[in-house]
């Protein structure tokens, strides 16, 4: 559950301080199977825009894309397949130090079985997946379940907790879960006890062909000096943690993770308050890897008023506020952003279903990568598919095809009413440019007067031979 009602409250008053035409084989139009391999990104490029993307070992600009799988323990082999089959290309898994680490330098071997066990699918899959550090509310002694920070490594000065079982998100204000996280962050051993956790879980996981990276730290928070009511005093703490103590944690955990592992890409999360608009005050951090740096930017896209159960309202500005306010840090930084979480409970009323159609849209201008909240089956609770195991109402934007390659500079990218369109211009000749969309999908290219489509089942490779670089291209995907 995402369900943030108290923070939904604070925020919302901290805002206002000539072409080819290809037809395809009659198939299933909801499913898209394929079982390509996803490159591993080995470096960054640029759009037109002057978006920071990943690039593949040709140059090529990935666009990633997929879904959290939630809890590890309970995903199966038949999800990680279904998340390819509609022609994604990443996962999120959540991880958790309790259950990994339950006692002080006591590790769950069964534990690391069952993660590694959901990267081996993901490799089977052809997919890439990047593992997220998870909490809620600190960890297991305040109600956060089996997931965050161990009750060994909890100290919470036998100050109280009293949960709120109508708003789990209240219990970050609690006395005792605000010392906790400032015993976290400043308490040498526990500091040293968390970073000797991710040098192991880097340890273990290092070479895996399924593992893209790593995200630090999900949903940092941290201690409020004031008034947290005060929307002021919230957005001061969230700066000043962001300019000190989770800076000073991330450059320990990159470290960590760095000392055995110099591959892996490593994302970095602001606050939550990014999500209503409030930029981020982290600094840039250094790579001490060989080689160009591998640090990305993975906020997460949530409008707390429909998470408190609203539908969502399209004249309040969320997504604008928010595009506004996310674009700066990684432009800034020349970071890959990856959107780590997003998504609605429910897409099923007419506000979120055009909240998802324009959150997509949002994120082909300002993200390299995203990952919806989350893969299951049901009538709501975020579930991306309805009982029968079709993309449920509201979520088809998320589904859509779209380019998981481009062999060029990317200029432009939209989904509207079914129909995809990419404009690019080629950098060089001979780079295929790869599609995901439904096997009855339709493709047609303008620019170039030779068109080279390879298709497969739920995919397609599009090669420009006679191309001139800095040329236009559109390729236009209709149902």
Request: proline letters at 9%; glycine letters at 10%.
């Amino acid at each position: 559950m995402r369900i943030r009602r108290t923070l939904a409250a604070l925020c919302l008053a901290a805002a206002v301080l000539g072409g080819a035409t290809v037809p395809a084989a009659a198939a299933d139009p909801g499913q898209r199977q394929t079982t390509a391999r996803v490159p591993f990104p080995t470096g960054t490029t640029v759009d037109a825009s002057g978006r920071t993307l990943f690039a593949d070992p040709r140059g090529r600009a990935l666009n990633l894309r997929g879904f959290n799988l939630d809890k590890y323990a309970e995903a199966t082999e038949a999800d990680v397949g279904a998340i390819a089959a509609h022609g994604f290309t990443l996962i999120r898994l959540p991880v958790s130090w309790t259950r990994l680490e339950p006692a002080r330098d006591r590790y769950d071997r069964a534990e690391f079985d069952r993660v590694r066990r959901v990267l081996d699918w993901a490799e089977e899959y052809g997919l890439l997946a990047v593992v997220d550090f998870h909490q809620d509310v600190y960890g297991p002694k305040f109600g956060g379940g089996d997931r965050g920070i161990p009750v060994w490594a909890t100290r919470d000065d036998d100050l109280p907790f009293t949960p709120d079982p109508d708003d789990w998100f209240a219990g970050y204000f609690q006395p005792a879960v605000q010392a906790a996280f400032r015993h976290l962050y400043d308490d040498a051993d526990l500091r040293r006890w968390q970073t000797d956790f991710y040098t192991t879980v880097a340890r273990e996981l290092l070479g895996h062909r399924a593992l893209l990276g790593y995200d630090l730290f999900n949903e940092p928070f941290g201690p409020i000096e004031g008034d947290p009511s005060d929307p002021a005093v919230l957005a001061a703490a969230a700066a000043e943690l962001e300019r000190g103590r989770l800076a000073d944690m991330y450059r320990r955990l990159i470290t960590a993770v760095r000392a055995v592992d110099d591959s892996a890409w490593l994302f970095v999360e602001p606050t939550v308050l990014v999500g209503q608009g409030v930029p981020t005050a982290l600094p840039g951090f250094a790579d001490p890897r060989r080689g160009p740096d591998r640090i990305g930017y993975a906020p997460h896209f949530y409008d707390t008023a429909v998470e408190a159960g609203r539908d969502w309202d399209p004249t309040g500005g969320f997504v604008e506020a928010y595009t506004a306010a996310i674009t700066a840090y990684p432009r800034a930084h020349r970071l890959p952003v990856l959107v780590g979480e997003w998504g609605p409970p429910s897409a099923r009323t007419p506000g979120n279903a055009d909240l998802v159609r324009r959150q997509t849209a949002a994120m082909s201008g300002f993200a390299a990568a995203w990952t919806m909240w989350y893969w299951c089956r049901g009538d709501g609770g975020y579930c991306a598919l309805g009982p029968d195991g079709r993309p449920a109402p509201g979520h088809g934007p998320a589904f859509g095809p779209y380019a998981t390659a481009v062999a060029g500079t990317p200029v432009a990218e939209t989904l509207r009413d079914g129909v995809y369109t990419l404009t690019f211009t080629p950098t060089r000749p001979g780079g295929w440019t790869e599609l995901a969309l439904a096997d009855t999908a339709r493709i047609t290219v303008t620019g170039t007067p030779v068109t080279v489509v390879h298709r497969t089942p739920g995919a397609a490779r599009v090669l420009l031979p006679a191309a001139r670089p800095h040329t236009t291209v559109t390729v236009t995907v209709t149902p």
